[in-house]
């Protein structure tokens, strides 16, 4: 790609993932291409499909995510560092709104390919957590990362502060016997028949 086609490229990706995060997966493409400081048929040559925009922005932030993902396997207590990224995923797809939903309409590969990069950058993430023994060893990337969208899909329209929360509360189940959780108050015992 000559400069100039990568730069207008660029450019119109960043507008694009902006425009969607504030107005959903359907956003105008006129005002992309207006953002983007391009013409119209500059984007159409791009992105001759709405399809094709929204995979390039999502490939984008999936890039961006299997980055955060490598950067987090220093972190010093493995499962902080899982569910830091967990929610960094489900927070992504929860204000991206209406990406999620285009995206599972969307060509079946391109979906697969995406899944598989999140889950393969993941993965060492897990299993750092399960060798620490602070999460079970039946849990997969796989099941963790449909969790993620499930909550994303879920409380997309009640927020991201709604997402953050059901993934805390879901996360708690991964957690393996040995590693203290959060104390909560126990349950009244039955009263006697």
């Known amino acids: 790609m000559r400069a100039d086609a990568q730069r207008n490229y660029d450019l119109i990706v960043r507008a694009a993932a902006e425009?969607?995060?504030r107005d959903g997966a359907y956003a105008s493409l006129e005002?992309?291409?207006r953002a983007a400081g391009v013409g119209s048929a500059t984007l159409h040559r791009r992105f001759p499909t709405r399809w094709s925009l929204l995979e390039a922005v999502f490939r984008d932030c999936v890039r961006n995510l299997a980055a955060r993902a490598g950067d987090l396997r220093a972190e010093p207590d493995a499962l902080d560092a899982l569910t830091t990224?967990?929610?960094e995923v489900t927070a992504y797809a929860t204000t991206t709104r209406g990406l999620a939903d285009a995206l599972l309409n969307g060509p079946a590969e391109e979906n697969d390919a995406c899944a598989a990069t999140l889950?393969?950058?993941g993965e060492p993430l897990l299993r750092r957590a399960i060798d620490e023994g602070s999460v079970r060893p039946d849990i997969t990337m796989a099941d963790l990362m449909i969790l993620a969208n499930g909550i994303s899909l879920a409380a997309q329209p009640m927020g991201a502060a709604k997402a953050e929360q059901l993934?805390?509360?879901a996360l708690r189940g991964i957690g393996s016997a040995g590693r203290p959780r959060p104390h909560t108050a126990e349950a009244p015992p039955s009263?006697?028949?």
């Open 19 to 21: 425009a969607i995060a």
């Open 31 to 33: 005002e992309i291409a």
């Open 85 to 87: 990224w967990l929610h």
């Open 119 to 121: 889950v393969t950058a």
């Open 167 to 169: 993934l805390t509360l």
């Open 191 to 193: 009263p006697a028949a």
